[in-house]
């Protein structure tokens, strides 16, 4: 079973733009919430997280929502730029937990 | 400043082979490790973590198995190699309370 489902699989933006990916979940007990960038044959980089306790988290150009009642958090990555292209992961992991459960990526494409 | 290495980058292995990947976390004490499989446009599956020397959890029965010899080192092995063995083999280490992982460069193995 999907901890964590991400939507949409794949992404394509023209620069400038605004991206958006979704990611919803089930277990109430998840109080951290990590987004990652993935370059081709590279490792995951953490990106930016949020903690259930706050509704956005901005750092530069990214910016993460999280809606508690709805359980469900989003990136948005505004101006994207040719450089933000990469596969982006959502995670979720509980209080003490070992356990990051990620969401199966976004792979977005920022078209000059 | 915390550095996490992967070796070999690479790597190539008949069916029926031995594996040996190894990861080393430099700069911070008495990290978590962690050990993650991704296949070919998928998410990542975490296979193994480590909360201290000789401990090790598993998180999917498989004829891979992994070690920690040392505070800072962690192996993953194979007795004998799959074709579904072939993925990107991630490590990665946690050092705070909060679940913040941060991912080594991978190993590309491929098995033929």
């Known amino acids: 079973q999907q901890q964590v489902k991400q939507s949409p699989q794949s992404l394509i933006v023209q620069k400038g733009g605004i991206s958006i990916i979704n990611c919803a979940y089930e277990?109430?007990?998840?109080?951290?919430f990590p987004w990652y960038q993935q370059f081709p044959g590279k490792g995951p980089a953490l990106l930016i997280a949020?903690?259930?306790?706050?509704s956005e988290k901005k750092e530069g150009r990214f910016t993460i929502s999280f809606n508690k009642s709805a359980k469900q958090f989003s990136l948005h990555i505004m101006d994207s730029q040719p450089g933000d292209s990469a596969t982006y992961f959502c995670?979720?992991?509980?209080?003490?937990?070992?356990?990051?459960?990620f969401g199966t990526g976004t792979r977005l494409t920022v078209i000059p | 400043s915390q550095t996490i290495h992967q070796w070999p980058a690479t790597l190539v292995q008949p069916v029926g082979s031995p594996l040996s990947l190894e990861c080393t976390v430099e700069?911070?004490?008495?990290?978590?490790l962690y050990w993650y499989r991704q296949a070919a446009g998928r998410g990542l599956q975490l296979l193994f973590y480590?909360?201290?020397?000789?401990?090790i959890s598993s998180e999917v029965p498989q004829n891979l198995s992994a070690s920690r010899p040392q505070d800072r080192q962690f192996i993953l092995s194979s007795k004998k190699l799959l074709l579904s063995d072939s993925g990107f083999y991630l490590c990665?280490?946690?050092?705070?309370?909060?679940?913040?992982?941060?991912f080594g460069p991978g190993t590309r193995l491929t098995v033929l």
């Open positions: 995670a979720a992991s509980g209080a003490g937990a070992n356990n990051l459960f």
């Open positions: 277990n109430t007990a998840f109080d951290y």
């Open positions: 949020i903690r259930p306790d706050v």
């Open positions: 700069g911070t004490s008495n990290p978590n």
């Open positions: 480590s909360v201290g020397i000789g401990q």
């Open positions: 990665a280490y946690r050092v705070g309370l909060v679940n913040e992982q941060f």
